[in-house]
């Protein structure tokens, strides 16, 4: 079984369709939230995810998007897109986007699925050893897949309870062993870690192995997308840079 993960889509269906054609033939698709918020394409990423059967959780800007999260809670430019966005969603996306769970947990592929981490699925960003290894007793598979933070990268179980971080470039790869592992794709739709690329990873759960990729889209298509809706130029002019 060929999986790809993908999360933090973001209303970038550019992204979203460079990620498809980028993984190929595959037999599902993970998303782990924030399908919404930022970008000029919420209902066209919604159907395009819905076609597809894909397994999708909820993420904060999922839930500010149908009015479900505090928007003080957003900065100024997050909270005009969530605004917009909300105004653009079709009644049935809209109804998707609210009956998204928390929580999906895949016994048989080995995996949970949340979108901030297993301790607060929503809220919490998974950016160091510490808060890794404190949301250790919080699932029981032997990965758990996060998005949230945009950033590729990983956090491995080792023995005696260490946390190793890494930061996953594209071509990265790792198997699944004894120790835990809490893993991140990297986002699609706004990546924050200095590469403008879409980044998301694919997962064969009989091998147990992950490895993270990048797909190049036309970053211009969106902005241009983005500038004629009215959103916050910032948000646009960010994704050429990938922070
Ligand atoms: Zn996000």
């Keep these: 079984m060929r999986v790809a993960v993908l999360s933090d889509i ?32 919420p209902n066209e990423c919604i159907e395009r995810l819905r076609e597809l059967h894909a397994v ?4 904060n800007h999922d839930l500010a998007a149908v009015g479900r999260a505090p928007l003080v809670d957003f900065h100024a430019e997050a909270a005009a897109a969530a605004r917009w966005t909300r105004r653009q969603l079709t009644p049935e996306n809209r109804e998707w986007l609210m009956t998204r769970p ?6 048989d592929q080995h995996a949970t699925l949340v979108h901030g981490s297993p301790r607060d699925p929503i809220w919490e960003y998974v950016l160091n050893t510490q808060i890794a290894a404190g949301n250790l007793p919080y699932f029981d598979t ?62 064969e759960p009989e091998q147990g192995t992950l490895v993270w990729r990048r797909a190049p889209y036309p970053v211009e298509s969106t902005q241009r997308k983005m500038l004629a809706a009215g959103l916050p130029p910032r948000l646009a002019r960010r994704l050429a840079e990938g922070w």
Excluded: K, M
């Design 142 to 203: 032997l990965l758990c897949l996060i998005g949230h933070t945009h950033l590729p990268s990983s956090f491995q179980e080792l023995a005696g309870g260490r946390i190793e971080v890494t930061l996953r470039e594209a071509g990265s790869c790792v198997r699944l062993s004894e120790g835990r592992l809490i893993a991140n794709p990297g986002s699609v739709g706004q990546p924050r870690d200095g590469n403008p690329a879409a980044s998301y990873l694919l997962y």
């Design 10 to 41: 973001h209303s970038n269906l550019a992204a979203l369709e460079a990620v498809l054609a980028d993984a190929g033939a595959v037999d599902a698709v993970w998303c782990l939230g924030d399908v919404v918020g930022y970008g000029p394409d």
């Design 102 to 107: 928390e929580r999906v947990v895949l016994a």
């Design 56 to 59: 999708c959780i909820v993420g």
